[in-house]
């Protein structure tokens, strides 16, 4: 399984993300916001990610890193609509795609702190990229974008848990041998 998540995390690295971001004023209504995460295998992947690393670590991780995901990412657009000018954006996303790919893939047991802090920086350049693409309609947009991505993240967290239960059962099996 970890080969797998592996080689899509490498899939994913060669994917640019800069094609998941329309040009400003695509970004307009809560269709448009909640279309936007579903667009592109860099959001896709990163936000299942989160709730799938969550989910293998286990305990608080399953719902606070996603939570912190949402919240960090917020803030990120807001900053961006209040015009905050950041740079590296774009590379801040792929280098989320590697990250979080890696952390979930290689089942990285991380305190809970440090997961909610890695994820909440990821989660921030998310947010600023879809900041600066709305024209109007804002909170609708940001209504939309933020409902995506809770599903995405409980995709991840489903897929994870049915992971671990997986993993559990080759154990016990192997230990009846």
């Given at each position: 399984m970890r080969f797998v998540l592996l080689g899509l995390?490498?899939?994913?690295?060669?994917?640019?993300?800069?094609?998941?971001?329309p040009d400003p004023g695509h970004?307009?209504?809560?269709?448009?916001?909640?279309?936007?995460?579903?667009?592109?295998?860099?959001?896709?992947?990163?936000?299942?990610?989160?709730?799938?690393?969550?989910?293998?670590?286990?305990g608080r991780a399953?719902?606070?890193?996603?939570?912190?995901?949402?919240?960090?990412?917020?803030?990120g657009f807001a900053a961006a609509r209040l015009g905050l000018q950041i740079s590296f954006v774009e590379s801040a996303i792929s280098a989320s795609i590697m990250v979080v790919g890696l952390l979930a893939a290689l089942r990285v047991k991380a305190q809970l702190s440090l997961g909610a802090a890695i994820v909440g920086l990821f989660a921030f350049f998310?947010?600023?990229?879809?900041?600066?693409?709305?024209?109007a309609s804002?909170?609708?947009?940001?209504?939309?974008?933020?409902?995506?991505?809770?599903?995405?993240?409980?995709a991840g967290v489903g897929l994870g848990l049915c992971m671990r239960r997986l993993l559990q059962g080759m154990t016990r099996v192997e230990a009846l041998r």
């Open positions: 995390t490498l899939a994913a690295m060669l994917v640019s993300p800069a094609f998941a971001h970004a307009d209504s809560l269709a448009s916001g909640a279309l936007h995460p579903l667009s592109g295998v860099d959001h896709v992947f990163v936000m299942a990610s989160v709730g799938l690393w969550g989910a293998l670590v286990g399953i719902w606070a890193w996603p939570a912190t995901f949402i919240a960090t990412m917020l803030a998310h947010g600023h990229a879809h900041g600066t693409e709305v024209a804002v909170i609708p947009y940001a209504a939309g974008f933020t409902l995506s991505t809770a599903v995405l993240h409980g």
